[in-house]
């Protein structure tokens, strides 16, 4: 079945350290995207890639950077320098010329302790 | 400056009864439109979307509804059932634009649906 996984589902960080979301897609889509929500807030959109070794900042890039070296994959580095990391982080894809949405992962909590 | 607006952030229906959930745009270059559904600690998934050309799609239970000239789309779910009780976004996108086709979404609204 094609689908498109996050791993870990939860993730403990201490402060100051950087950390990786992992996020792997099998359904052959040119376009990948990270998303953060907070209460309250929705889905903001981080970083998003609509071709291989091409990604492009969202609406809250600071603090985070991605790489889109493989179709499949486009992980997501929280750096020290993001103030407010604690959040609920989605990975998405969709095919390019966007008509069918996207497809999401199941998501990665990230708590800082 | 938001895009995507749904004015309620929550909702709480009896079963059996219609669940009305609204959504506002800005943006007139927009023209695809789309609901997910999404449960705690789970990631959203695609409910319903429409096209600009359209003004109503149905899908079992669920219709949703785009008035145009008032920048407004709406999720009708008859008969309410506890299962859809879970947080509603409203999606938009435009394939022209500095957007690219990304989809802009809403906050959500939080709908409870009671036994």
């Known amino acids: 079945d094609g689908g498109i996984t996050q791993s870990p589902k939860y993730l403990f960080r201490k402060e100051g350290q950087n950390v990786t979301l992992s996020c792997e897609q099998n359904?052959?889509?040119?376009?990948m995207y990270w998303y953060r929500q907070d209460p309250g807030q929705g889905l903001r959109l981080i970083y998003y890639?609509?071709?291989?070794?091409?990604?492009q900042k969202g609406d809250i890039a600071e603090g985070y950077s991605v790489s889109r070296e493989k179709k499949e994959s486009f992980p997501l580095t929280v750096t020290s320098a993001q103030k407010n990391p604690t959040a609920f982080y989605l990975c998405?894809?969709?095919?390019?010329?966007?008509?069918?949405?996207?497809?999401f992962g199941s998501g990665t909590r990230l708590t800082v302790v | 400056d938001q895009q995507v607006k749904q004015n309620s952030p929550s909702l709480s229906v009896q079963e059996g009864r219609i669940s009305i959930l609204n959504c506002d745009y800005t943006?007139?270059?927009?023209?695809?439109f789309l609901w997910y559904k999404k449960y705690p600690a789970e990631g959203p998934t695609f409910l319903i979307s429409?096209?600009?050309?359209?003004d109503k799609n149905e899908d079992g239970r669920f219709t949703v509804f785009l008035n145009k000239s008032a920048k407004h789309l709406s999720l009708h779910i008859v008969p309410s059932q506890p299962g859809d009780s879970a947080v509603y976004f409203c999606?938009?996108?435009?394939?022209?634009?500095?957007?690219?086709?990304?989809?802009?979404f809403g906050k959500g609204t939080k709908l409870s649906v009671k036994p």
């Open positions: 998405a894809s969709s095919r390019t010329g966007l008509t069918h949405g996207y497809t």
């Open positions: 943006n007139s270059m927009f023209d695809y």
């Open positions: 429409i096209s600009s050309i359209k």
């Open positions: 999606a938009a996108s435009s394939n022209y634009g500095g957007s690219q086709g990304n989809l802009i």
């Open positions: 890639s609509q071709i291989v070794n091409d990604f």
């Open positions: 359904l052959n889509h040119d376009a």
